[in-house]
């Protein structure tokens, strides 16, 4: 695996733990400022900003937390261009499945997740 491909993978890795943890600096590390959230959960469309889904998930308390375990599967990891990359991506936590489609590109911070698609299921 070549260095920038191992660079996402580890993005996409701490990703995952962001999901369990709701690790607020590593949060800050995984998504850009300018990040946006796109899904689809309970039959309703969700847009959040990285600030929005970020003050959502600082009211929560964590799976991790609650003694659930954290499945993360990566399914496909793509490097688009030197700056742009996608991950194809399922994390499976306290019943609910997530299907991800993260968008990232390499700016002054590094890897970091400009866009998240998503649906749930239960």
Request: net charge negative.
């Amino acid at each position: 695996m070549n260095s920038e491909l191992k660079q996402i993978v580890d993005v996409v890795e701490k990703y995952f733990q962001v999901m369990n943890t709701y690790d607020l600096s590593l949060y800050d590390e995984v998504f850009s400022a300018n990040a946006h959230l796109y899904g689809w959960r309970d039959g309703k469309h969700i847009l959040w900003s990285a600030s929005e889904y970020r003050a959502i998930i600082s009211e929560r308390e964590a799976p991790s937390k609650q003694g659930h375990p954290l499945n993360g599967d990566i399914f496909n990891v793509s490097l688009i261009s030197s700056h742009q990359a996608t991950a194809v991506v399922k994390v499976s936590l306290a019943g609910t499945v997530f299907h991800d489609n993260l968008t990232l590109f390499k700016n002054e911070n590094g890897w970091q997740i400009v866009t998240k698609t998503f649906t749930v299921e239960a």
